[in-house]
T-cell receptor, first 114, second 112 residues
Framework: EPEVTQTPSHQVTQMGQEVILRCVPISNHLYFYWYRQILGQKVEFLVSFYNNEISEKSEIFDDQFSVERPDGSNFTLKIRSTKLEDSAMYFC????????????FGSGTRLTVV | AQSVAQPEDQVNVAEGNPLTVKCTYSVSGNPYLFWYVQYPNRGLQFLLKYITGDNLVKGSYGFEAEFNKSQTSFHLKKPSALVSDSALYFCAVRRVGDKIIFGKGTRLHILP
């Protein structure tokens, strides 16, 4: 069964440093998403991406965040200057499109900012 | 706007007993409803979805959910709980062309 792959599984970074979280969505999917979950709490929407541009973003997704699809396979989330409160599990997801598609989620990257 | 409510933070069930994890939603138009499960230190795993048709949908690991339009509910059920079902369960909703919104999650404890 096709999977969404995320790397690394765990990233520790110092406050103020830039981090890039990487995702390889399912190859024929068209819609890509990032969600965040702060330690066992609610899963929050960050951003959706379609046709090489952001289609929607939440209030959490401020100027410190950016997304990119640099080639035909990768989908990245960059945090320019990390803060302690950015510590969370970050999930990438992809979808084939249309309302009746659920998302396939990756296994997540646990980001720890120290 | 769309929203999902999971009224229980935690549900405790004895092994072998039936379980129910509650979910209600608010969305304009026809909802698409989902249940995901998260095991400790793991990602979100799809369990089942309701798109249209039969109100009772069956999913992975013996779980099922019943769509009730009049009560705007989509409760997750299983006839006989297993200890291995212990996990965090998320109900989610979306409209056509919109993003998935998750509930806050319900922690299910199955007691041996």
């Amino acid at each position: 069964e096709p999977e969404v792959t995320q790397t690394p599984s765990h990233q520790v970074t110092q406050m103020g440093q830039e981090v890039i979280l990487r995702c390889v969505p399912i190859s024929n999917h068209l819609y890509f998403y990032w969600y965040r979950q702060i330690l066992g709490q609610k899963v929050e929407f960050l951003v959706s991406f379609y046709n090489n541009e952001i289609s929607e973003k939440s209030e959490i997704f401020d100027d410190q965040f950016s997304v990119e699809r640099p080639d035909g396979s990768n989908f990245t989330l960059k945090i320019r200057s990390t803060k302690l409160e950015d510590s969370a599990m970050y999930f990438c997801a992809s979808s084939g499109g249309g309302g009746n598609y659920g998302y396939t989620f990756g296994s997540g990257t646990r980001l720890t900012v120290v | 706007a769309q929203s999902v409510a999971q009224p229980e933070d935690q549900v405790n069930v004895a092994e072998g007993n039936p379980l129910t994890v509650k979910c209600t939603y608010s969305v304009s138009g026809n909802p698409y409803l989902f249940w995901y499960v998260q095991y400790p230190n793991r990602g979100l795993q799809f369990l089942l979805k309701y798109i249209t048709g039969d109100n009772l949908v069956k999913g992975s690991y013996g779980f099922e959910a019943e769509f009730n339009k009049s009560q705007t509910s989509f409760h997750l059920k299983k006839p006989s709980a297993l200890v291995s079902d212990s996990a965090l369960y998320f109900c989610a909703v979306r409209r056509v062309g919109d993003k998935i919104i998750f509930g806050k999650g319900t922690r299910l404890h199955i007691l041996p």
